[in-house]
């Protein structure tokens, strides 16, 4: 919770004050161009590699395999995408860390690494909470599934093949 707060509250005022200290230096329309032109080069690249990244996937799942990395990476470049088409200049050296394949694929890794730990220890809480300490499971109202059948003799079945 308190990194959101991070994120949307200070950040972008660290970014306006460094749009400002360029502005000041460089001239307020060069600084807007600047930010455009980012903006445009950041398409154009994400566009790009989203085209690599999914031409990958798709051998993969060609070949049986599962493309778990590339689905991460695709997952990168969309917030790489966000980040370099928001103002500022923070957030475009983030999201070019996240275009570039190098950093891109490292990133990915490590995420992947992260996830995987999470769903492990997740699902060993999960499945420690779930069964008693007799390793039987517990029963509730919800687990009860109420129904009808009817039984059919086997002559029901024979008249209707004559």
């Given amino acids: 919770m308190r990194n959101l707060f991070l994120l949307f509250a200070i950040m972008p005022i660290i970014e306006i004050a460094l749009l ?37 996937a798709q051998q993969k799942m ?7 990395q590339e689905m991460l990476e695709g997952l990168m470049l969309v917030v790489a995408g966000v980040l370099l088409v928001t103002p500022g200049f923070i957030t475009d050296i983030f999201g070019l860390l996240l275009v ?13 690494k992260h996830l995987s730990m999470q769903v492990v220890s997740g699902a060993g809480f999960q499945s420690h909470q779930f ?20 039984e059919k003799s086997d002559n029901d079945n024979n008249k209707r093949l004559d």
């Fill in 20 to 56: 400002v200290q360029v502005g000041d230096i460089i001239g307020g329309w060069n600084t807007i161009a600047l930010v455009l032109l980012s903006a445009f080069i950041g398409a154009y690249f994400v566009r790009r590699e989203g085209v690599h990244t999914l031409r990958t």
């Fill in 100 to 112: 570039l394949p190098p950093s891109r694929k490292l990133f990915a890794k490590k995420l992947k």
């Fill in 62 to 68: 060609q070949s049986n395999q599962l493309p778990g």
């Fill in 131 to 150: 069964y008693q300490s007799s390793a039987q499971p517990r029963r509730s109202e919800e687990d009860v599934i109420e129904g009808e059948y009817q």
